[in-house]
Nanobody, 114 residues
Framework: QVQLVESGGGLVQPGGTLRLSCTAS????????MGWYRQFPGNQDAMVAE???????TYADSVKGRFTISRHMLNSTAYLQMNALKVEDTAVYYC????????WGQGTQVTVSS
């Protein structure tokens, strides 16, 4: 079993910055990917970013150049640095851990509004 706890969401104005974190605990594999999906108002889902065990990153086109995903291996924590936030980034962000099985965090609300 793997448990994920994520934090860092909140309310920010357009152009602002937030950093999300996601910490995994339990039976952690040496080889795993972590990342985020987001659920928009109206329940549309989309991939945001992913980082592999060797540090390879993947981003949705909509966030390239604005978001950066990273990880700290020793404490099994991933980070999503979100810069130049837009109103259309408003969503619930769900982190995930993908080893032999996939586990999900509880979600954190990001609201971008003036």
């Amino acid at each position: 079993q793997v448990q994920l706890v994520e934090s860092g969401g909140g309310l920010v104005q357009p152009g602002g910055t937030l950093r999300l974190s996601c910490t995994a605990s339990g039976r952690i594999s040496p080889f795993y990917n972590m990342g985020w999906y987001r659920q928009f108002p109206g329940n549309q889902d989309a991939m945001v970013a992913e980082i592999t065990a060797d540090g390879t990153t993947t981003y949705a086109d909509s966030v390239k150049g604005r978001f950066t995903i990273s990880r700290h291996m020793l404490n099994s924590t991933a980070y999503l640095q979100m810069n130049a936030l837009k109103v259309e980034d408003t969503a619930v962000y769900y982190c995930y851990y993908k080893g032999s099985r996939t586990f999900w965090g509880q979600g954190t609300q990001v609201t971008v509004s003036s």
